[in-house]
Structures are given as structure tokens and as C-alpha cells.
């Protein structure tokens, strides 16, 4: 089987990365996929509390790994200059052991990322780093706003392309209801002059997000089909 990746990066820490998983997780579902069809996995984290889409996944029966192989604790990346910790080939090839490890079989392994795009440099093994050694496809999910939401979007997303991602799309998130329509107005203008060859998939609203279940998501991507369509999935019958 061919398993697909996709990798959800975002602006920065809070963002809402793990939050858009669970709803793309729940729009899969809802779509036809099974379970057993899906996976989801963090392979690099700081935080090590249980998020709402790992009970997410263990609800559904869907194979997750919210804790992965890399975890940054406290003092790691100043062990890692001094020579005291695993180099970083070692490092980027168990994290991608384990990824590959829960993909087999899926038809979608869904991986979440840690902070904004470069986070991991330090250690050689960012998240554009994993996401180039499994040519992953990549949504970004952008903050709220106008001109510093695209002036970060150009950032992260020039520095991605840079290190040869492709095949990338935006989500933004966390938007108040009274600024969605100004929001989303100015944003489907200019992203698409400044940057052609990335996706604008949608916007999600911050009443409509429950972080603590599937509900609200169903129209968080503007057209259904859209994200499916740049997955190249193809939709069970």
C-alpha cells in the first residue's frame, strides 16, 4: 500500500496544530475512511500531557503515538551542543522509524508538529527536516490577523520551500467570528500573488472549534472536496 503523509506545522506553539488534526481525522472518518485506514502520531514533542486528539484516536480505534522517540526536555538542546547526546542522523532516522512504523497498512499517517517550521534545528531535526525524508505533503496552519499573519506565512513558508518542501497548504485558525469575513477577504487576495504555488484550504473560526470533540468541524475546509482533491485521495465509496 502506498501510505501518505501529511504533516501539520504551524506559525508558532499554540497555534492549534493538534486541533486541526482532530478535525481533519474526524472529516476522514466522516468521509467513508476507516479506522484502521488512519494514523496519527507526534513524533517530536515539549509537551507531554495527552491532548484531545490522541482521546480522539482512542475513541475511534484510530493507532496513534501522541508521545514519539524525540521529546525536548529541559537542558536537551545545551546537552546536544556539548556532545552528550545521540547525534542527529540517529535522531531523524528513529523518528522516522517510528512514523513509518505506524504507517504500515494506513492509507494516511497524519503527523503533528512541534512550534513553527524550524523548531528542531538545533538538533538537526526540525520539522521541515522529517517532513523532506518522507515527502510528506504539509499544511501550515497559520494565526489570526492580516498583515503579521502573511508576513509569517511568507516567512515560514520561504523558509520551507527553501529546504525543498513542496505541495503545501494554509489553514488559518483561531478567528474571531467578527473579523472572518475581513480576514478571509484580505488573505484570499494577497496569499495567492505572494505565494502561487501553495493552497489556501480554508479557515476555521474560534467559535467554531470544541477542542474536546469532533463537532464543528464539518465546514472548516471552505469546499469539502478541496482538501481530498489536494490529497489525492480518493473518497471510499
Known amino acids: 500500500m502506498d501510505t501518505k503523509y501529511l504533516y501539520v506545522m504551524g506559525a508558532e506553539a499554540g497555534v492549534g496544530k493538534s486541533t486541526v488534526c482532530l478535525g481533519i481525522l474526524a472529516q476522514l472518518l466522516a468521509s467513508g475512511f476507516t479506522a484502521d485506514q488512519l494514523a496519527y502520531i507526534k513524533p517530536v514533542t515539549q509537551c507531554v500531557a495527552k491532548q484531545p486528539v490522541a482521546l480522539f484516536c482512542e475513541q475511534r480505534n484510530i493507532s496513534y503515538r501522541d508521545l514519539g522517540s524525540l521529546i525536548f526536555s529541559k537542558g536537551f538542546s545545551k546537552d546536544f551542543i556539548a556532545g552528550l547526546t545521540t547525534g542527529s542522523d540517529a535522531l531523524l532516522t528513529e523518528v522516522l522509524a517510528a512514523i513509518i512504523a505506524i504507517g504500515q497498512g494506513k492509507v494516511l499517517v497524519l503527523i503533528d508538529g512541534i512550534g513553527d517550521p524550524s523548531v528542531g534545528s538545533v538538533v538537526g531535526v526540525s520539522n521541515v527536516d522529517i517532513a523532506a525524508a518522507l515527502s510528506c505533503r504539509v499544511i501550515f496552519v497559520g494565526k489570526s490577523g492580516i498583515g503579521k499573519a502573511i508576513d509569517n506565512t511568507v516567512l515560514c513558508i520561504s523558509f520551507m520551500q527553501q529546504q525543498g518542501l513542496a505541495n503545501i497548504g494554509l489553514i488559518y485558525n483561531k478567528i474571531p467570528c467578527s473579523a472572518m469575513t475581513e480576514i478571509k477577504t484580505h488573505l484570499s487576495k494577497r496569499l495567492p500573488e505572494l505565494l502561487p504555488d501553495v493552497t489556501l484550504l480554508g479557515f476555521i473560526g474560534n467559535d467554531e472549534v470544541n477542542a474536546d470533540s469532533a463537532h464543528g ?16 485521495l480518493i473518497k471510499p465509496s
Open 217 to 232: 468541524f464539518d465546514a472548516f475546509i471552505d469546499k469539502k472536496t478541496l482538501l481530498f482533491n489536494w490529497l489525492q
